[in-house]
């Protein structure tokens, strides 16, 4: 027991880490070379977290005093929570990390349900509610937190619980609830990072509560929070994540503002609550999204609007250009003019808008003045000479406006003239007192603009500290020009003391500035000038000059050297486990890039060794799934199908769900088509139809799996293919039915008569129930199949002999006569011309011959002359007429000769008539003469 406090003791003085707190990202440049050494004598390796976890349930099981035991039922549910952390997402961990979040809250619970005579009873309602959220209950962690601020109002997790409980009450709608919570979480104080969070949500719980200006004034103390940063909103040094903030703040900002009355409400409430510097972009965002609604005459009013109250506002020039251009484009000549007219006025030479503009935005507004000044005195010189029914007056009036705005225009620029020059002063006395601008150039002029002295290297060097020490004090827009001038000072200091021992470090520092600026072709110079002077450069700035060199190679697209600079960063001792990925992902990239450089020179084959090296060099790339879907591309481009193949199905195992999978299947089709593998080209389109994508695009697979299946004569896996495409994709009908007819004819050609029957019938049954689904095709393979299966009906009717006892076998032949007919006249229905005339003749003969049977039928035994004489003459009169049917079906087949219809079946149908009818079929000339009538 007591060797395990001891080792336990340690442990139970360590805190916890903080809730969701981020990890260190990967170093920066800059990062590298500020990051100080620790040095520890004799490190001290802590325990497997398993091993601790065993130890203090040990512990827990024996006597000890009160707060030992609590302190270790504490730390045991902090390493339980920490596991179950660790394990989450780790699919081998299996529900793992929930029972070590379920161990973690029942020991908190169980800490918190003591009498309290134990200090941090917050910590253990901020833990708790940590655990609950990780194990999936929201609902549990939120009761956590209404309990930690209700009970614990100084508690310093006080200001993330309100915001967090503000995130969960604006997702549950409560808005109301929300605001307390958020208001709760801005009023602990402006330190926290969650304070700018809670400002932002505090704002949008307001506006979804339609308290416009509410929302108005906590989104005014955002921005006013974050003006430094609205100064930087357009420029490249501001962070995704606080532009994207700012971008949203003024687009909910603009959304109140709509509500207020627009432009006419952003100056009632800032006349009200103070101007702000940041006040244009308020009026820009507003019309920027008028402009997006397409109501142009607002969003340009918007602009105006903030140039009319602030004309000398060095945004001001530019919202009035962007109003005009807004008219121009959208098709607003009047206003346009207008507006042009009003800026050429507004900034009239020696007015006071433009006395008091300054230089920079008179620069940038000059040649716009330029061009809309020639604009508005073109346009009314074209007024001038346009021909039309103008009065005088008018004509006039436009005269004196042209010769106005052309005088206007040579007065303005009569001469196009420019000019400008900075300078700075330093010693080291200004250095001492703080005064590190002016150090700088003292201590410049100390080390390059005299004769060489004793201290010239250490003013040179002083220099180099007098610029970092003063960049902190900078505006963030003079920083970059000032690392600038440090970079080139530092270049200085290695040209004239190339020997002293500095001059290396000072290269590998003037190379990362120049780096971070994005001097990419002097820095790689400087990186590689450093490395050269060999052991006086430490390891540190070793490493910095490699990555300078590596990076700048591969921004200037040299990613062979790229490839090389970050090869020789993993070799390098004392590597960060972080920016080892970094580097990984860098080196896979410049592999990468050496691949698409290939590529586009055409050789294509080179570009796919390239992509495959992506995987080789470094195996857990991210770009490595890229890597090889390119390498498929381009050995497709390259024709080698054999090896496309090979990669796309390397590609298909290892990446079962990425997002380009539909694709690889698809390639992986055409280059088994192409390599003349029809069946695995049919078994990849199979895969290809059961992929999710665009139902065309599968339904075109399955059918091309099928054809192919058929092609290679594979006909069981045809049947298969067909089969299943007819299930899956019944619509459109003509493709399904075409389907269909495909596996009649397979098995046609399997000798399957009745699975061919079954699939005749289903094309008859479907065009009958296709409706408006019906095309000219699908009515022809119905037509057709219902024709192949009337046939073996009317063969049937045939075979059937009327003989003794005539009842039963007149009735049998009379069944069946019934069937044939519903056959015939069910393909006839189907009107294609081929297939009615041979349903029609098929009717006519189906009554002809039954007339004939009865008349040829077996006479019944033992009956007189009388009665037999009798009997046939009842015979002829029931006979009669079906022959009349007949002869009335085979006219109807006549008659389509005239409508340009004159077949096989045509042909028969006269030919039968003038058996049937030889007074008016059988005589040639007037046959020829009616045919000739028909027609």
């Known amino acids: 027991m007591r060797a395990v406090a001891l080792i336990l003791l340690p442990l139970l003085l360590q805190g916890c880490v903080s809730w969701l707190q981020r990890e260190p990202g990967p170093p920066t440049l800059a990062s590298l070379q500020a990051r100080p050494r620790t040095v520890q004598a004799e490190p001290v390796v802590a325990p497997p977290a398993g091993q601790v976890m065993a130890g203090y349930q040990v512990l827990l099981q024996q006597p000890a005093p009160p707060e030992l035991t609590w302190e270790a039922t504490r730390r045991l549910a902090d390493l339980q929570l920490e596991q179950g952390e660790e394990r989450l997402g780790d699919a081998s961990a299996g529900d793992a990390s929930a029972q070590d979040f379920a161990s973690a809250i029942a020991l908190y619970r169980r800490l918190l349900e003591q009498d309290g005579a134990f200090a941090g009873r917050d910590r253990l309602l901020y833990q708790l509610a940590r655990a609950e959220a990780l194990a999936g209950r929201p609902a549990r962690s939120q009761q956590a937190l209404d309990q930690l601020v209700r009970e614990h109002p100084n508690s310093p997790y006080l200001q993330e619980a309100q915001f967090r409980r503000g995130e969960w009450l604006f997702a549950q709608a409560d808005y109301a609830g929300a605001e307390h919570a958020y208001a709760a979480a801005v009023a602990a104080g402006e330190a926290s990072p969650f304070h700018q969070r809670s400002l932002f949500k505090l704002g949008w719980a307001l506006f979804k509560q339609q308290h416009f200006e509410a929302a108005l004034d906590a989104f005014t103390r955002l921005l006013d929070r974050r003006a430094d940063a609205l100064e930087r909103l357009d420029s490249d040094a501001l962070a995704r994540g606080e532009r994207e903030l700012l971008q949203d703040t003024l687009r909910v900002v603009s959304l109140s503002f709509i509500q207020l009355g627009g432009a006419a409400g952003i100056d009632r409430y800032f006349l009200q609550n103070g101007g702000r510097g940041w006040l244009h972009r308020v009026y820009r965002s507003l019309g920027d999204l008028y402009l997006k609604q397409q109501r142009i005459l607002d969003a340009a009013g918007a602009y105006l609007a903030f140039v009319r109250q602030h004309p000398s506002h060095p945004q001001a020039p530019g919202l009035q250009l962007l109003a005009i251009d807004n008219f121009t484009k959208h098709g607003f000549p009047s206003q346009a003019l207008a507006a042009k007219q009003e800026l050429a006025e507004r900034y009239r030479l020696n007015g006071p808008a433009w006395r008091e503009l300054d230089p920079s935005s008179r620069a940038e507004l000059t040649p716009h003045l330029r061009r809309h000044l020639r604009d508005l005195a073109a346009h009314y010189h074209a007024l001038v000479q346009q021909k039309g029914k103008a009065s005088k007056a008018q004509r006039d009036a436009w005269f004196e406006q042209a010769v106005a705005w052309y005088r206007h225009y040579l007065v303005r620029f009569p001469g196009e003239a420019e000019s400008g020059a900075v300078n700075f002063l330093l010693a080291e006395l200004l250095f001492e007192r703080g005064a590190f601008n002016q150090a700088v150039v003292a201590y410049q002029r100390s080390a390059y603009d005299y004769p060489p002295h004793k201290d010239a290297a250490e003013a040179g060097y002083a220099a180099l500290l007098a610029f970092e020490k003063q960049t902190p004090r900078l505006p963030e827009a003079q920083r970059p020009e000032w690392q600038r001038q440090a970079a080139e000072s530092g270049l200085r200091f290695a040209d004239r003391f190339g020997n002293d021992p500095r001059a290396a470090k000072v290269l590998s520092r003037s190379a990362q500035q120049l780096f971070e600026l994005g001097d990419y072709a002097r820095a790689r110079t400087l990186a590689r000038r450093s490395l050269k002077s060999g052991s006086s450069l430490e390891q540190k700035a070793q490493r910095v000059s490699w990555m300078v060199a590596a990076h ?384």
């Open 552 to 935: 700048a190679a591969f921004e200037l697209a040299d990613y062979v050297e790229a490839e090389v600079g970050y090869s020789q960063l993993l070799q390098l001792p004392g590597s960060e486990k972080n920016s080892q990925g970094m580097i990984r992902e860098k080196l896979a990239a410049a592999i990468y890039q050496q691949g698409r450089a290939q590529r586009e020179k055409g050789a294509t084959a080179a570009a796919a060794r390239h992509f495959l090296r992506v995987g080789q060099v470094v195996p857990g790339a991210t770009i490595r799934a890229t890597a090889e879907y390119d390498a498929a591309a381009s050995l497709i481009a390259a024709s080698r199908w054999a090896e496309a193949a090979e990669v796309l199905e390397a590609f298909r195992r290892r990446y079962p769900k990425h997002e380009s999978i539909a694709d690889v299947q698809r390639k992986l089709a055409l280059v088994y088509l192409q390599d003349k593998q029809p069946l695995q080209a049919a078994a990849a389109f199979e895969r290809v139809a059961a992929t999710p994508q665009a139902i065309d695009v599968q339904r075109q697979a399955a059918w091309q799996a099928a054809e192919l299946y058929q092609q290679a004569g594979s006909g069981k896996q045809a049947v298969t293919a067909f089969k299943r495409y007819v299930k899956r994709f019944p619509e459109p009908q003509e493709p399904a039915m075409e389907a269909r007819q495909r596996l009649v004819e397979l098995y046609q050609q399997q000798d399957q008569s009745a699975k061919r029957d079954y699939w005749l019938r289903q094309l008859v049954v479907t065009q009958r129930k296709a409706g408006q689904a019906s095309s000219e095709r699908s009515r022809y393979l119905a037509a057709h199949a219902a024709l192949r299966l009337a046939e073996p009906e009317f063969s049937a009717f045939e075979r059937i002999p009327l003989k003794r006892p005539l009842a039963r076998s007149l009735k049998q032949k009379k069944a069946q006569m019934q069937r044939a007919i519903q056959a015939f006249e069910l393909a006839a229905g189907f009107a294609q011309a081929g297939v009615t005339t041979q349903a029609t003749f098929r009717l006519a003969e189906i009554y002809r011959l039954f007339g004939e049977s009865l008349l040829h039928s077996e006479r019944p035994a033992g009956l007189s002359a009388v009665e037999l004489e009798q009997y046939e003459l009842l015979l002829e009169e029931q006979a009669f007429p079906f022959e009349e049917r007949a002869i009335e079906a085979h006219q109807v087949n006549a008659r389509r000769a005239a409508q340009g219809s004159y077949d096989a079946w045509v042909r028969q149908s006269f030919e039968r008539l003038a058996a049937l009818s030889p007074a008016r079929y059988a005589k040639q000339e007037q046959g020829e003469r009616v045919f000739d009538a028909l027609r």
